[in-house]
């Protein structure tokens, strides 16, 4: 290989399914890597540099986010660093016109990065990425239960519980997600600091919802694991209902018009919707037989919402082999930010 080689890492974004909130205190949650990965591509240069998006300025790495100086620090302290180079991150599959979907771009960039700086230091275990990209991923984000992070690496539907719980879950054949976008963007980390402090004040309520988040979660993944689609709407219906009410006696606005809108309209054509994670904004979505998934985007459509062109990525992170996409600078104007909060 010649050193000037660009080699290009990529690692899907997810969509959690069932159990958010449960997640962050160790309960079970369902989770899906999907088909919009974030790009790192690495080129061998005379001084380390980071470019946030195609076309964006390069900068040194201590000026990069700290998202990036996490996963740098992180990564020299299992192996050192390799020789120096110009990096460029592109998470432009992770935000349309009006803003960003939600879709783990945070975690998926900093999995991609870690997995890239590690393959130059010829370490490629799967367990190896995904202890320093959630050690990275937390230290920048303060937190967080890791569960965008073990979707981003391993890829496909997993059952993830914090700190070691990771099974995959297979989805039945004729299974579909579909997904809508509610239109505005969500800030998950406010969300769950006011969850938390809400547990803070009625640790009754959070034992309760505990135990049903993790009971809706278990019963997703059995129905998914037998092919009871019936067992997964249920499942899903209760976890949407469940959010909804600790939304309400929180007052942490998880539920939103938008999201109800999804919901209600999915509900008309007996379709089990709900939000998917923190809430606030972002996406709803459900996981359903084709047929049903078919009648749900229908229904979006034709009420003129968002739906999203998007699939399960069974792929998880991976150095991307062959075509070297171009690096042409974005056309969005979006195209040279990088979308490191959700
Ligand atoms: O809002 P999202 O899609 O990033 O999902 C957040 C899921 C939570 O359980 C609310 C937070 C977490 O860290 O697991």
Partial sequence: M?????????????????????????????VVAVDRRARIFVEAAQTWSFAAGPGATPVAISEASSFVRACFERVEAVCGLPGPCAV??????????????????????????????LALCGRRERDLVFQVALAAHQQAQGGGSGIDVAASVVGGALLYAPPARLELVPIPPGGELVVAWSGASASTQDLVSAVASFWRDRPDRRVAFLSQSEGCAEAVASGLRAGRWEEVAAALRSNQLLLVELGAEAEAGIDTPGLRRLVEAAARVHGA?????????DCALSLAPVEVARRIRQEWSAQGLAVLDLAIDPRGAAEELGAEPDLAPATSTRGDRMYLTD
């Fill in 2 to 30: 010649s050193e000037r080689r660009r080699r290009i890492f990529s690692a899907p974004g997810k969509l959690v399914v069932a159990g958010e909130y449960g997640v962050v205190e160790g309960k079970p949650a369902v």
């Fill in 88 to 117: 460029t991150a592109d998470t432009r599959a992770f935000a349309g016109a009006g803003g960003k979907y939600g879709l783990g771009s945070s975690a998926a960039v900093s999995v991609a990065l870690v997995t890239a700086l």
């Fill in 273 to 281: 919707a709900k939000i998917s994670g923190a809430g606030g904004g």
